[in-house]
């Protein structure tokens, strides 16, 4: 990789201000560019674009109320935040949610979860490595 350049995914939205307020809000990213139908946000290292899908393809997704959950998607992102509970929180009150179920890592706390579109991502919280 580029060192000049960060990491990031690309994540296609229905609602490219719901999905992009959701990430900015449950990962504590930054806006830093925002243009026809995309947002950018940033952390050191790490970029995100969310990117508005084809207003003729975007009407035939239906986004339902908990949305149904894209499993098989062969890629899973995972993030890391500070607070698991308080990632959950806020993810559940933007309209995604993060499941009870938490794996202890080699040197983190996972729990994985899903957007108000119902991707799916992984949250993990560092902790002191196993033995």
């Not at 992009?20 to 674009?49: D, I, N, Q, W």
């Not at 806020?90 to 996972?110: C, I, K």
Request: aromatic share 8%; glycine share 10%; with cysteine.
């Amino acid at each position: 990789m580029t060192a000049s350049l960060p990491a990031g995914i690309l994540v296609y939205a229905k609602d490219t201000d719901r999905l992009a307020g959701f990430y900015r809000s449950v990962l504590g990213l930054a806006e830093v560019h925002r243009g026809e139908g995309l947002v950018v946000l940033r952390a050191p290292g790490f970029e995100m674009v969310v990117h508005g899908i084809p207003a003729h393809i975007a009407a035939q997704i239906r986004i339902t109320v908990p949305p149904e959950l894209r499993e098989e998607a062969a890629l899973k992102c995972f993030f890391p935040v500070p607070d698991l509970d308080a990632a959950a929180a806020t993810a559940l009150a933007l309209g995604g949610r993060v499941f009870d179920e938490q794996w202890q890592g080699h040197d983190f706390l996972v729990r994985n979860g899903h957007d108000p579109e119902g991707n799916l991502f992984q949250l993990r919280r560092a902790t002191a490595p196993a033995g």
